[in-house]
């Protein structure tokens, strides 16, 4: 799977009609809904604002909106656009600005996945992993065993806090997560704390 971590745009014209894509990084719902937002803010007087999205590497939510045009031939192809270059937690938004021909429902297929295209080929990819995330709190006299851990399942740490004793936000790959927590089973005794968070994922660099 990839993801993106800045906005990549296109520019395609057919019979008049001017399409603008933007490909943009988009973790969860609301910020999907926030840069779907800025982009009509951006451009008020087009005819249409269509787009889709693929959210959660865990759970993949897809959504597809025609914004107006004939059913299918907007959002769809937008989609399938993401899906074809294995696209997760992206937002993608075609801006359609009407020329005054008609392009029919092919047209439409061809224009918005051929700007939906162009804007995912601009695109600097970045391959993710998705990963459970787990909140651990331990004892510094046990630090040999979280090294452990971390050695054996290439643990990645996204938060640590370190007062009386320490308390780490860490994830690992999904595919690992079930040998991990059997791992942890075997000490768990001297942890404070291990709670199962949630899914999430890791840009990798």
């Known amino acids: 799977m990839f993801t993106v971590t800045e906005i990549f745009r296109s520019d395609h014209r057919v019979k008049g009609s001017k399409f603008l894509g933007f490909l943009s990084p988009a973790a969860n719902l609301p910020e999907a809904e926030r840069v779907l937002e800025l982009v009509k803010n951006e451009h008020p007087s087009a005819t249409h604002h269509c787009y889709a999205y693929i959210l959660n590497p865990g759970e993949p939510v897809e959504f597809a909106n025609d914004d107006g045009e004939p059913n299918g031939t907007a959002g769809l192809p937008i989609l399938n656009i993401i899906r074809s270059y294995e696209f997760i937690n992206v937002l993608l938004i075609v801006v359609r600005y009407y020329g005054g021909t008609k392009l029919g429902k092919a047209g439409l297929i061809d224009a918005y996945g051929t700007c939906a295209k162009e804007a995912a080929e601009t695109a600097n990819l970045k391959r993710i992993k998705p990963v459970q995330i787990y909140t651990i709190n331990y004892a510094y ?3 040999s065993y979280i090294d452990k851990l971390k ?10 806090e370190y007062l009386e004793t320490v308390t780490l936000s860490i994830g690992c790959n999904l595919e690992d997560a ?7 089973q075997k000490f768990r005794h001297l942890l404070n704390e291990f709670k199962i968070e949630g ?5 990798l660099e």
């Open 151 to 160: 050695n054996s399942f290439s643990l990645i740490e996204f938060e640590a």
């Open 141 to 143: 006299n046990d630090q």
């Open 178 to 184: 079930a040998k991990f927590e059997k791992a942890v």
């Open 199 to 203: 899914k999430s994922f890791h840009i």
